[in-house]
Structures are given as structure tokens and as C-alpha cells.
């Protein structure tokens, strides 16, 4: 039975049991009960082993070694569902604790399994959300990596920093202005556009915008921003018409229609 077909009170039981098996197997130096949690068929209870985890890892220091060390033999399986896991509950333990964790970044970048990727960029967000400093460190370090890929997963994973302090990663991302590789410009656009509505960030990041050297990426950058104002218009501060009067007052560039300024 998948982990939303159990009621409420049967769900808080699963994840209670799930945390006493898995500290169980901890102490023990036993994985088979960890991997059958991070090998299950259902997302949330995946999801739910590698919160636990992190759980586990704040509450019992003195078994921490011994937790990275199950991390590291379960990061080795054939199943990329298992891989997955380890990554995810790895950027758990990252929130506070990234260079005992970081090894796993450094190598789940790599992985042949895109889900195995993609667990790298949501934990890089949720690390680097934060526990910014030594994130955006290790990031800085694949800004630049030959493989156009990694560029674009970095450049997605410090999203969410730059949606409540849009002043950490935007000089990173302006690095990334004249990529000539597609998939790389474009998330960078989406990026620009996901941080700019929220909250106090649109004025930091159209004056930083101000600063690039690129045009025409910076003007795909701004439609990109207005459009959001308009797509997350339940989520947004400002309405896309006080977007668009902000930019015509700002931004160095050509003036955008739809602007009474």
C-alpha cells in the first residue's frame, strides 16, 4: 500500500517504525532494512526514510561516522532509486553538516541516472538555502566544468538561495552570461525569473542585470521576468504592470511597452 493510501494516524506509525528500524540497523552496522526504505517503489517513502535520516543524524552524534559510512556503502547499489536516496538524505545531513557529506555531490553530479542528477540540484537548493557559505563555495568550484550539464545543474541548484538573498548568487550567475551552450542560457534565464518575484528581489536583480554585458541574454532575461510576474501572479508581490514600470525606470535597456513611465 502506498505511503497516501495509509490514514493519517497510519502514516505517523509507518514513519515511526521506519525511524526505530532504521536506528536498529545504524547501531548494528546492518543496511538490508535502510535499503529496503531507500529502494521502496514510492516516493514518499523514500522521501520519508531520507528525512529520517537526517533525523537520525542530528540525534545521535556518536553514531554520525557510522552513518556516513552506511550512506557511503548504499551510494555504491546497482538501483538508482537507492542512489537517489542517498543523495537526498545526504542534502539532509548538508543543511547542517556539508563537508561531511559533500563526497557525495562531487560524484552524484556524475551519476549515469538523471533522478540520481536531479537529487543533487533539490539538495544543492535546500543545502544551499540554508547553509549558503560553504554550498556556494563547493558550487563556485563546477561554475566553469567542462561539461555543459553540470554547469546547468549548479546554475538550477542555487535557485532557491537567490529567491530570499538574490545578492549571493547573482554575481555566479553572471558568470554564466556568455555560456554558448542552450540548455545553460536558458536555465539561466528561468533562474533570473524565479528569483525575481519574490519579495525585495526584482530592484536587486534588474540593477544587477544593469551590470551584464550581455544584451541579448539580458534581454531574454527580462521578458523572462515579466512573463513570471504574470504566470505566478497569485505568488507575486508586485502585479507584471508594476514589474514592467519598475523595469522602465531601472533598467538600462529599451523601454517596455504596457508602462505608463
Known amino acids: 500500500m502506498a505511503f497516501y493510501d495509509l ?3 497510519e502514516r505517523a506509525m509507518l514513519v515511526k517504525s521506519m525511524h526505530s528500524v ?3 540497523g545504524i547501531k548494528n552496522n546492518s543496511l538490508k532494512k535502510v535499503k529496503i526504505y531507500f529502494s521502496d517503489n514510492d516516493t514518499y517513502i523514500r522521501k520519508s526514510a531520507y528525512i529520517n535520516l537526517g533525523r537520525i543524524y542530528l540525534s545521535m552524534s556518536e553514531s554520525r561516522e ?3 559510512e552506511a550512506l557511503e556503502a548504499l551510494f555504491g547499489d546497482l538501483d538508482f532509486k537507492v542512489r537517489q536516496t542517498v543523495v537526498n538524505a545526504a542534502g539532509e545531513i548538508g543543511i547542517t553538516d556539508f563537508l ?3 563526497h557525495f555531490f562531487d560524484a552524484g553530479l556524475f551519476d549515469a541516472h538523471h533522478s540520481v542528477r536531479n537529487a543533487v540540484i533539490g539538495s544543492i537548493k535546500k543545502m544551499g538555502q540554508k547553509n549558503p ?3 556556494l563555495k563547493w558550487a563556485q568550484g563546477y561554475l566553469h566544468h567542462p561539461e555543459p550539464e553540470i554547469r546547468r545543474e549548479i546554475c538550477h541548484g542555487i535557485e532557491l538561495r537567490g529567491r530570499t538573498h538574490p545578492e549571493d548568487i547573482l554575481p555566479m550567475l553572471r558568470e554564466l ?8 542560457s536558458n536555465t539561466l534565464v528561468h533562474v533570473l525569473g524565479q528569483i525575481s518575484y519574490k519579495k525585495g528581489c526584482l530592484s536587486i536583480v534588474i540593477r544587477h542585470l544593469n551590470g551584464w554585458e550581455n544584451e541579448p541574454l539580458e534581454k531574454k532575461a527580462i521578458g523572462e521576468i515579466i512573463d513570471v510576474h504574470d504566470r505566478y501572479k497569485d505568488f507575486s ?3 507584471q504592470k508594476q514589474a514592467i ?4 525606470k531601472e533598467w538600462r535597456g529599451n523601454k517596455i511597452p504596457g508602462s505608463n513611465t
Not at 514600470?245 to 522602465?248: E, S
Open 237 to 239: 508581490i508586485l502585479t
Open 100 to 102: 561531511q557529506v559533500k
Open 7 to 9: 490514514s493519517k494516524e
Open 133 to 135: 557559505v560553504p554550498v
Open 66 to 68: 557510522n552513518i556516513i
Open 22 to 24: 532504521m536506528v536498529t
Open 177 to 184: 552570461q556568455f555560456d554558448a551552450k542552450a540548455r545553460v
Open 245 to 248: 514600470d519598475f523595469i522602465n
